[in-house]
Nanobody, 122 residues
Framework: EVQLQASGGGLVQAGGSLRLSCAASGFTLDAYHIGWFRQTPGKEREGVSSIRNDGTTIYADSVKGRFTISRDKAKNTVYLQMNSLKPEDTAVYYC????????????????WGRGTQVTVSS
């Protein structure tokens, strides 16, 4: 079964850290660009970070210097290390794949995993 699954969310205090994982089964992530997005109720899905299949990364201005995206090819997993978390980072986080563009717009991504909740308390 082809599946993409985000995990690693939880409740953390402001200033804390979490590492999200995006694991694939049934296919290899190497051929794809991977994006992380987040969404809060009533708002549009927002691009957070992406990593191309050549390793090039993009970050939203709101997370630059705090979040780091990376790949582990052996584990067929992409990570999002989130440091210095702020209450405004609270959202459901999703990962998705793209074969075309790696820009931080959901329209470019065609396979989405189930999200993982991140809650940052003040």
């Amino acid at each position: 079964e082809v599946q993409l699954q985000a995990s690693g969310g939880g409740l953390v205090q402001a200033g804390g850290s979490l590492r999200l994982s995006c694991a694939a089964s049934g296919f290899t992530l190497d051929a794809y660009h991977i994006g992380w997005f987040r969404q809060t109720p009533g708002k549009e899905r927002e691009g957070v970070s992406s990593i191309r299949n050549d390793g090039t990364t993009i970050y939203a201005d709101s997370v630059k210097g705090r979040f780091t995206i990376s790949r582990d090819k052996a584990k067929n997993t992409v990570y999002l290390q989130m440091n210095s978390l702020k209450p405004e980072d609270t959202a459901v986080y999703y990962c998705a794949t793209s074969r075309g563009y790696s820009y931080l717009r959901p329209i470019y991504y065609d396979r989405w995993g189930r999200g993982t909740q991140v809650t940052v308390s003040s």
